[in-house]
């Protein structure tokens, strides 16, 4: 099973702030594997203003990676609302874990 290394809330919720309209704003956070196999995730943003890279791409069985992501600002304003997602497979069953992120976006 995949989960956030470090519980930012019950509903894996990421809150950036306030970022500057026009730029792209680097984060990152970790999962956690907490099963005894390998997992290799596909990650997926749901906007492509999002651009998350997952390293290493096979996560070792209780080990953890670095999503690495990038989210571009330009022509967005206000509350913004994203979604990171992990697709992988599991004793025969697809799973998802989904991160979501939120930031209001200033001029």
């Keep these: 099973m995949l989960k956030l290394a470090k519980e930012t809330s019950v509903e894996n919720k990421i809150h950036l702030g306030e970022l500057p ?7 990152s956070f970790e999962v956690e594997n907490t099963s005894n196999k390998d ?19 096979t996560i070792p069985a209780l080990g953890k990676a670095t999503v690495q992501t990038t989210f571009d600002t330009t022509g967005r304003s206000g509350l913004q609302s994203k979604n ?3 697709n992988y497979e599991e ?7 989904t991160i979501n992120f939120v930031s209001t976006v200033v001029k």
Excluded: E, M
């Design 21 to 27: 309209q026009n730029t792209v704003h680097a984060f």
């Design 39 to 57: 997992i290799t995730p596909r990650v997926s943003a749901s906007c492509g203003c999002t651009v998350p890279k997952l390293d290493p791409k």
């Design 84 to 86: 990171i997602n992990l």
């Design 91 to 97: 004793d025969g069953l697809l799973k998802v874990l």
